[in-house]
């Protein structure tokens, strides 16, 4: 399907989830994940194409009358009504009668740990206790489908570590379909079955998270995934190794069999950095100088120029070991196995 | 900000303070303190019970009508993009721009005897000398406070929270009245509370449309001041003041109150 919408277009989005289960598209801000999920709800219609859930044509249906659920980034809980009318909002919509709303939302509110909280407005939870409230919510109702539009990204890392986990344990045990978009790769590779890779309103990749990492393939997805090192270069591939001249009097080994132009990529925790050139199974070794580093916390991120400028992460420890400064000479030794060509 | 800064506003803030609040403290007290057996006379007349008793039922109707079709109105300015919405947001705010003689003539031309719907409605009703003419021209000059505060209020409530509603099977309606109205109505509360300090405080365009009777309380003052004078006036005047600031300051804090557990 296809719409534009207030400048923005998606465009020839089309996307397949199965049966139980747990889509993620993963994109950039501004990639179109949140209109692509409104659309799926039914909140605006798609210019042409069609929504089609569990074989039943959906598109001209009203968000009410599709069954699916929908988890905001900002959960979007109900503020004047409390935990128990939250989660009993939907059934009471449903014209449900009254023992059955009460059976079923305590039900649910146990299953997720929320049961003690049922008597609190929305503005006393915190934001794990959002979500799950959140959850409960749409789960209550047995969607067909559930939609998640970066639930964890309000959160802080101790609670979203949490919260994935149980994110992924909620969908294990309800078995419902989950399509959920986020920005964070780490999210996407913890959670999904498959990952669409979203970008500019397209979807650009589609595959399993391993594939999705390990081997993209397109630029955009390698970098969005964490190749920071892609560079392109004419590849000579024989008896399974590829020689790649990257220009610049670089050149390296890749396993593969691309000959031609290629893009070579390689993640910067695969490269191993030293003052001497090192003795190990590293095919490629390269010497250059640290022209750039960034504080990371636990890690420390350089920049190498070695004929070409290549990002490589080390850890604190090391870089202190190692007494590395703006300009210190160092060696770049990473395997074959390590750069994907495209 | 600085004292200097702080210091300087203050001053300019009491400056503004001091006008809006010495006319109104100084009625009180010169007729409270100096006269208090003359407003007791005041409080016993029957024909200015009356005037201030009907300027507080008309304004309650005009209240109530303002609610009743000044909220779908606010939702839709609200909600939704249409071509002239500029143009009826202006309308919506003319009354509150435009003299109120000028508002008075305006509905005096549409439901005066002459006017085009006063015409057709004179067999079985008239705005003239009546209470459903005290009701147009205050729902008149009083509305925009009400559809303003309303529009402010639907604008507050995310459009995402009705979003999540309807995912949860609630109809535009079901969403409208469980999700948009109550979670808006603070600020459609408070909009009504000044739309009937509004209306019950008008007199130009209610006697311009009806004339001087069935009398409300400001043409009660007004007809005491020109046949007796600001002394005779004043009872009046102090009596529709302190019902109006305890209904002012009730319902605003009441609903304050109502409001603010959640």
Redo the contacts between chains.
């Keep these: 399907m296809s719409k534009e919408w207030g400048g923005f277009s998606l465009r020839k989005i089309n996307l397949e989830v199965q049966g139980g289960e747990y889509f993620v598209i993963l994109g950039p801000t501004g990639a179109g994940k949140t209109l692509l999920l409104?659309i799926v709800?039914?909140?605006h219609r798609p210019d042409e194409g069609k929504i089609i859930v569990g074989g039943e044509d959906v598109t001209d249906l009203?968000?009410?009358r599709?069954r699916?659920?929908?988890v905001?980034q900002?959960y979007?809980l109900?503020?004047?009504l409390k935990v128990r009318e939250n989660v009993e909002?939907?059934l009471r919509?449903?014209g449900e009668d009254e023992k059955k709303i009460r059976r079923r939302s305590l039900r649910i509110m146990r299953a997720l740990g929320i049961d003690h909280l049922k008597a609190r407005?929305p503005?006393a939870l915190s934001g794990g206790e959002k979500q799950r409230v959140a959850l409960a919510?749409?789960l209550v109702?047995e969607p067909r489908l559930l939609l998640l539009d970066e639930p964890l990204s309000a959160l802080d890392p101790i609670t979203r570590e949490n919260l994935r986990n149980e994110l992924k344990s909620v969908h294990r045990r309800f078995g419902t379909t989950f399509i959920h978009v986020t920005h964070d790769r780490e999210e996407a590779l913890l959670l999904a079955d498959r990952i669409g890779v979203m970008n500019k309103g397209r979807i650009v990749e589609i595959g399993e998270p391993e594939k999705i990492f390990r081997k993209p393939r397109s630029e955009f997805v390698a970098n969005f995934v964490g190749f920071e090192n892609v560079f392109r270069g004419t590849s000579v591939a024989k008896g399974g190794i590829a020689e790649v001249d990257l220009g610049n009097g670089v050149r390296i080994e890749a396993v593969g069999e691309k000959s031609g132009g290629v893009k070579a990529c390689i993640r910067p925790e695969e490269i191993f950095l030293s003052k001497r050139p090192l003795e190990s199974s590293g095919r490629n070794v390269l010497r250059g100088w640290i022209s750039e580093i960034s504080d990371r916390g636990a890690t420390v991120r350089l920049k190498v120029r070695a004929g070409k400028e290549f990002a490589v992460i080390v850890t604190k420890r090391s870089f202190e070991d190692l007494k590395l400064r703006t300009g210190s000479k160092v060696y770049l030794t990473f395997k074959a196995s390590a750069v994907h060509l495209i | 900000m600085k004292v200097g800064t702080t210091l300087s506003f203050t001053l300019l803030a009491s400056l503004l303070l001091a006008l809006l609040a010495l006319p109104l403290v100084t009625i009180l007290f010169k007729q409270l303190a100096f006269d208090f057996q003359g407003f007791l006379s005041t409080m016993r007349d029957g024909a200015t019970l009356r005037a201030v008793g009907l300027s507080c039922f008309a304004a309650s109707i005009s209240v109530l009508i303002a609610l009743v079709l000044g909220t779908p109105l606010a939702y839709l300015l609200a909600r939704k993009e249409f071509r002239g919405k500029k143009i009826i947001e202006g309308f919506v705010n003319l009354p509150a721009a435009v003299p109120h003689v000028v508002a008075g003539i305006a509905l005096l031309t549409v439901f005066g005897r002459g006017g085009w719907i006063g015409r057709s409605i004179s067999p079985i009703l008239t705005v003239e000398n009546s209470m459903l003419g005290i009701v147009i021209a205050m729902l008149f000059v009083s509305t925009p406070f009400l559809v303003n505060s309303a529009v402010d209020g639907f604008k507050s409530v995310d459009p995402r929270l009705e979003r999540v509603a309807r995912s949860l099977g609630a109809t535009e309606w079901a969403v409208f009245r469980r999700i948009s109205f109550p979670l808006a109505f603070p600020h459609i509360f408070s909009g009504a509370v000044m739309s009937w300090a509004r209306a019950i405080s008008e007199f130009a365009a209610v006697v311009m449309l009806v004339g001087f009777f069935p009398m409300i309380a400001p043409g009660m003052i007004w007809y005491k001041f020109y046949t007796a004078g600001l002394q005779a006036s004043m009872g009046v005047a102090t009596l529709l003041l302190i019902i109006s600031l305890s209904v002012f300051v009730l319902l605003k804090y009441t609903g304050v109150r109502m409001f603010a557990e959640h």
């Design positions: 409104e709800a039914g909140f009203p968000p009410e599709r699916i659920g929908f905001y900002e979007f109900f503020p004047h909002f939907g919509m449903r407005y503005a919510r749409a109702l």
